[in-house]
Every structure is written in C-alpha cells, then in structure tokens.
C-alpha cells in the first residue's frame, strides 16, 4: 500500500521560511518522479515542482521559481520543499505526489499517488 504523509505545513510570516516534508512507503521510490502541488482557497489544485527520478533536472512553477527548492533523498524514502519569502499567495495545502510515467508533467492528472496534504498559512 503506498503512502506518502506530508509534514512540516503551518503558520509563517511574509518574507519567512518553511521546509515541508513527504515521507513515502509501500513504493520504490527511486523509481517515482516526485512533486508537489497546492491548492489554494477556492482554487484548483496546482503545479509547484517536481523532481525526476533521476539527476536533479528540477523544475518549478512560474509564481515559485527561486523562492523553493525541491529536493529528494533516497536513503530516506523522502522528498522535500524548501520554501523562503514566502508570501500570502503561497497560502494553500500542500500535497506531495508521485508518478511513474516517463516524463515529468505538470498537469495533476499525470500522477499516480497523492499525499493528504499539509496546510501552509502566511500572513502579511
């Protein structure tokens, strides 16, 4: 069963940081592209960054690139969202996803398996 539980979401300020977290099981994960995605209030869930499989040819949504930083590490089963100057568009739950297919996509319907996602709330 595969399982992919989100952490690290909360309550931050305008200009500050947080790092999210997703740990993955039942899955091998070196396998999987990884990503995240966001839905904000009243909003469709959206791309944020994904990762391959394979290398570190990241890529990330307009609205987010240079701010966050996705990385994964394998000996953990574990992906991550490194977020700084946050600001209050970045407000939205946060879900991590994994897929198998053979390239990276931002559109949601390409992914396989999801997380349940973790609340990230910043104020101005």
């Known amino acids: 069963q595969v399982q992919l539980v989100e952490s690290g979401g909360e309550l931050a300020q305008a200009g500050g940081s947080l790092r999210l977290s997703c740990a993955a099981s039942g899955l091998a994960f070196h396998v999987y592209h990884m990503g995240w995605f966001r839905r904000a209030p009243g909003k469709e869930r959206d791309f944020v960054a994904a990762i391959p499989r394979e290398g570190d040819n990241a890529f990330y949504a307009d609205s987010v690139q240079g701010r966050f930083t996705i990385s994964r590490d394998g000996a953990k089963n574990t992906l991550y969202l490194q977020m700084s100057n946050l600001n209050p568009e970045d407000t939205g739950v946060y879900y991590c996803?994994?897929?198998?297919?053979?390239?990276?996509?931002?559109?949601?319907?390409?992914?396989?398996?999801w997380g349940q996602g973790t609340q990230v709330t910043v104020s101005s």
């Open positions: 996803a994994a897929t198998a297919i053979l390239f990276l996509s931002r559109d949601r319907r390409d992914w396989d398996y």
